[in-house]
Nanobody, 119 residues
Framework: QVQLEESGGGLVQAGGSLRLSCAASGSSFRINVMGWHRQAPGKQRELIAHITSGGSTAYADSVKGRFTISRDNTKNTVHLQMNSLKPEDTAVYFC?????????????WGQGTQVTVSS
């Protein structure tokens, strides 16, 4: 089992910044992909950014150029720096990881952290 602990959500004005963090813990697992989804009220959950263990990144068009994902492999931690926030970024943000052990691959999700951007 991999546990994920998220931090950094909150309330910010439009144009402001927030930094989300997520720490993964779980013995004998190799953490492969780490990333973030978000879900706004009445909308489907969407993938917004992910990063591989090798450092390759991908972003949703809606956040490209404003959000930056990074990770510390020594601490199994992923960060999401969110700049130039807009009211439409308001959502619950979920950390997720793809981890492997032996020949099996697993996906784990955090509980979510609320981000609210006021206009």
């Amino acid at each position: 089992q991999v546990q994920l602990e998220e931090s950094g959500g909150g309330l910010v004005q439009a144009g402001g910044s927030l930094r989300l963090s997520c720490a993964a813990s779980g013995s004998s697992f190799r953490i492969n992909v780490m990333g973030w989804h978000r879900q706004a009220p009445g909308k489907q959950r969407e993938l917004i950014a992910h990063i591989t263990s090798g450092g390759s990144t991908a972003y949703a068009d809606s956040v490209k150029g404003r959000f930056t994902i990074s990770r510390d492999n020594t601490k199994n931690t992923v960060h999401l720096q969110m700049n130039s926030l807009k009211p439409e970024d308001t959502a619950v943000y979920f950390c997720y990881v793809v981890a492997s052990r032996a020949w099996n691959t697993y996906e784990y999700w955090g509980q979510g952290t609320q981000v609210t951007v006021s206009s």
